[in-house]
């Protein structure tokens, strides 16, 4: 019975880990729904005024009404064929979000069935979810054909979502590369529900942008000497822009210091302005893109390798392995060896912020002794060690740092009472 406890609170943590794998069909149903029901809405309101209009057309008896009431019914069934077109793409898509919830609810399903880590199902479950998770780092990192090949080749395709983050990269590139807004717009629209419900200033900073980029573009033509047919129509068609997409927003400090930039030209170089004009934003603006792209389909901000993997390693952790004397390299004379996954040149950095191993029961050697830097020994364990290495009468060396630890002097030594 205790076993059986054991392995259900085991896979409600693997729930929490993996969260991501059922929401994300969530929010893309529900994003596909609403397309649907977006294009239904308008499709519906522009056909009942084409069909009032053409029936009080109609009610005229001339050979000339009747064929333009045929061309209009013409042009009515091309934009319903057309709709159709698009629900169909629609139903598609949906069927595919379906198979993949089922595929995924059955590989959590398969972890609840599981009566002992020791069972070979367990092994075979966790390298089924180890390759996901590699599959999940490699498009989080842009490699999206590698990620494909991997889903593919383990047979795992319904399990990850490489579709949706080649998407997102795809946005996110526009942004950072193309330095266009378009796609990341068309997104936000899309999207414009979840956003407002998160309180998300994407699409007001892509705004913003493409104001920024007027102006730039009206200072320049100025400064080329095109006059009133350049610049300044496209100051006056960046105020324009202003008006309409950016008055509606609480930041007033924001908005004084883009209205500023009507005054200060980009090689100026006058602050807060030139941080404006700095082409640094795009990259601002794809890494605030992915951020928001992630928090609304549920996605951490970190590879969910990087979590299972801080899981794991602070387990693991001990104050020691990120001593100013910790070294990943096999050193007899130190007692930090690659054995330790912490103290690896590969895990150290990524193990740094995580919190330290919790124990319930603590294990103390006899006798222990605590150095002035506040490392704790046995007291037989740190004689033989200072013997061993040949310390000087009167002194002891921290054994963290062999031959070139640090030295004190034996009466610095203090015993340690456990309470």
């Not at 979840?194 to 320049?220: A, D, P, T």
Request: hydrophobic share 35%.
């Amino acid at each position: 019975m205790a076993e059986l406890t054991t392995t259900k609170l085991n896979a409600e943590s693997h729930l929490l880990l993996d969260q991501p794998l059922l929401r994300m069909p969530y929010e893309l149903s529900r994003r596909n729904f609403k397309n649907a029901q977006r294009y239904l809405e308008r499709e519906t309101s522009t056909l009942l005024t084409s069909l009032s209009s053409t029936s009080k057309v109609a009610t005229k008896a001339s050979g000339e009404t009747h064929e333009n009431t045929l061309e209009s019914l013409d042009a009515m069934i091309s934009k319903m064929q057309g709709l159709k077109r698009k629900l169909e793409g629609l139903h598609e898509e949906e069927g595919k979000i379906h198979r993949h919830s089922k595929a995924r609810l059955a590989h959590l399903q398969d972890l609840f069935e599981v009566q002992s880590l020791v069972d070979v199902k367990y092994d075979e479950w966790s390298r089924i979810r180890l390759s996901r998770l590699l599959v999940d780092y490699l498009l989080r990192e842009g490699y999206s054909d590698a990620a494909a090949h991997l889903a593919q080749e383990k047979g795992i395709e319904d399990l990850v979502d490489v579709d949706a983050f080649v998407a997102c990269h795809k946005i996110e590139r526009s942004l950072r590369e193309g330095r266009r807004t378009g796609e990341a717009l068309n997104w936000c629209k899309e999207n414009g529900q979840g956003l407002k419900k998160g309180g998300s200033n994407l699409e007001f900073q892509l705004r913003l942008q493409q104001y920024i980029e007027m102006v730039r573009q009206g200072h320049e033509a100025g400064a080329e000497g095109k006059g009133q047919g350049g610049g300044e129509q496209k100051l006056i068609e960046a105020r324009q822009h202003a008006k309409k997409f950016l008055s509606g927003s609480g930041d007033f400090e924001l908005l004084g210091r883009a209205a500023g930039l009507l005054a200060y030209r980009p090689w100026d170089m006058v602050e807060p302005y030139a941080s404006l004009y700095s082409p640094d934003r795009w990259i601002y603006l794809a890494h605030l893109f992915l951020t928001t792209h992630h928090t609304l389909y549920s996605l951490p901000p970190r590879p969910l390798l990087h979590i299972a993997l801080s899981a794991g390693l602070s387990a693991l952790k001990t104050p020691s392995c990120h001593s100013a004397y910790t070294s990943s390299s096999a050193n007899a004379s130190s007692s930090t060896t690659t054995v330790c996954p912490i103290c690896s040149t590969e895990l150290n950095a990524l193990a740094r912020n995580v919190p330290y191993a919790h124990h319930t029961k603590s294990i103390v050697e006899n006798d222990p002794v605590v150095l002035p830097n506040g490392r704790i020994y046995g007291r037989e364990r740190l004689t033989g060690y200072n013997e061993k290495v040949g310390t000087e009468k009167g002194w002891v060396r921290d054994p963290v740092g062999g031959v070139n630890g640090e030295r004190f002097r034996e009466i610095e030594v203090r015993k340690v009472f456990i309470s």
